[in-house]
């Protein structure tokens, strides 16, 4: 039964999404099942780089620590997500730790056997650069939010990013500490932005939920100078 069950779940992900129901059961019969611990390290940085893993269910950070010991947080994964991509093309060590943040359920694809079947099916292949294209993509919107946006416009872009369905909101969002680590601040000033932005009537918290209330004047927030503009008035 566990069969099906994997193969049906390989449709949500965007890396197989495009593949026929058989072909994606080809590539289900191939992964290993792996639970994973609140808190368990799943891949440190500088391990050998020889699997995809795709998050079944729980969610994940993927993060580097700096010399000074600090933790800067690159994203957070959850259910139908997956990392570990540039693995499968350069076997190259791994660049970030991943760590589960909740009980975690993994799908793990070995890059050998990957290969193989990709051979067989270019369609995985185009839609790996596709997603290699978005995430380089978004790093550079990171890069470009933390170099030119103030704190509270760091944390508009953030929501913006993972807000999801309409009206839109962010469910199950990350906790101010988690936020700090994302976008490189502190706790305190990510706690003095998420109210600004409320005061501001942009957006609404909700236990670990986030309304977004005005996607424009948040978008607005989060284009850089906004900060200047708001301290300016």
Known sequence: MLLPRITEFLGFVPLFQRLTSEERRGFASLVREQRYARGALIVRQGDPGDALFVVRSGQVKVAIVGEDGRELILDTLGQGDHFGELALIDGQPRSAHVV??????????????????????????????????????????K????????????????????????????????????IAQMIGASRETV?????????????????????????????????PGAGARTAAR
Do not use: N
């Open 191 to 223: 706690s003095r932005a998420m109210k600004e932005l409320q005061d501001a009537g942009l957006v609404r918290s909700e236990r670990r939920t986030v309304h977004l209330l005005d996607r424009e004047g948040l978008a607005r927030r989060a284009s």
């Open 100 to 141: 589960a943040m909740e009980p975690t359920v993994l799908l793990v694809l070995r890059r050998d056997e990957f290969r193989r079947q990709v051979e067989q099916m270019p369609r995985v292949a185009w839609a790996l650069l596709e997603e290699l294209s978005r995430r380089l993509r978004d790093a550079d919107a």
């Open 143 to 178: 890069i470009t939010g933390l170099v030119l946006l103030d704190v509270p416009g760091r944390v508009a872009r953030l929501l913006l990013d993972r807000a999801e369905g309409e009206p839109p909101r962010v469910e199950r969002a990350p906790t101010h500490e988690v």
